[in-house]
């Protein structure tokens, strides 16, 4: 197997959790329920631990790209920097998102949940960018 193989099957879920996460908070900020809140705190949290394993597993792949025609070194170095950036984005997110879970009596106020939503939409904004440079690397019609 490729140790590129466990990156390509993990690194869809943080970028599929933040907009879950993104959808969750829009509806606890439209009903204002603490059970709504509690689901988009939580997927913030879930999507910041898949981005670790995410950019853990995207160690390792680099090498087997080694030798590969049309494969560009610094496509894969830009895509490393862009998803540390947005795996350390994403962890502040995540612990950011345990505060209303212990205070509570915070967790479905307005305010807070729409500061949440606006965070958890950067949080797209970072995966989506970083997911293009990660797909440029072997998606070349990607960069035209």
């Known amino acids: 197997m490729s140790p590129a193989y466990p990156h390509l ?11 879950v996460a993104s959808i969750l908070l829009a509806v606890a900020v439209r009903r204002q ?11 913030l949290i879930a999507t910041a631990l898949l981005a670790i394993v995410a950019f853990v597993s995207g160690n390792f792949a ?13 496509h894969i170095t830009f895509h490393q920097i862009t ?4 795996m350390i984005v994403s962890v502040l997110a995540g612990l950011l998102a345990a505060i209303p879970l ?8 307005r305010g ?3 500061a949440y939503l ?15 440079t990660g ?10």
Do not use: M
Request: glycine content about 10%; charged content about 10%; hydrophobic content about 55%.
């Open 9 to 19: 099957l993990v690194n869809h879920l943080p970028v599929a959790g933040a907009l």
């Open 33 to 43: 329920t603490l059970e709504g809140a509690v689901y988009g705190y939580v997927a």
């Open 62 to 74: 680099p090498p087997a790209l080694d030798g590969v025609p049309g494969v560009s070194r610094d």
């Open 83 to 86: 998803a540390l950036a947005t």
């Open 102 to 109: 212990v205070l509570t009596n915070i967790a479905a106020r």
């Open 112 to 114: 807070v949940l729409i």
């Open 118 to 132: 606006i965070v958890s939409i950067g949080l797209d904004a970072a995966f989506a960018f970083t997911a293009s």
């Open 135 to 144: 797909g440029a690397i072997r998606h070349t019609e990607l960069l035209r």
